[in-house]
């Protein structure tokens, strides 16, 4: 006599996204939908109890969006370095199991390129002639003996 015995799987196992921690770089230009990272968790089990879905916990001012089933994680809204230099990004991944089993958090610090996205600017024109007039005038009694040097101390 022949006893079949047929294994069930039950959800044993938690998502799990294999680090705690990652650092990204995006640059500033990034558009909406850029991609930023793809979140991947991996559970052992079977059928509905390795069934991952991933999650925020939390989000800088709404900046980026995660795709639940993908685990896409994409720009929502346009970056600047200039305003922020660093997001910090909470995800979470669950199965489809009962009872469900959710995955420790994964922290995604997210840094902001540079780009060369402002043009310069003369702002400091003012300041520049005054401080040029306040050496010319300062300068005045040399002036009468000795032509002026300007020296340019900072520029590109
Ligand atoms: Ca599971
Ligand atoms: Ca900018
Ligand atoms: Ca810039």
Redesign the pocket.
Known sequence: MQVEIQIQDVNDNTPNFGSQEIKIWVP?TAEQGHIVYSAVATDKDTGVNGEVSYFMISNTQGFFKLDRSSGFLTVQRSL???TAKEYTVVLGAKDNGNPQKVSQNLTLHIEVQ?????PPVWHQVTELLSTLLIFRFTNFSRLMHTRPHFIILTGC
């Open positions: 500033e600047d370095y200039e540079d780009s060369n996205d402002n």
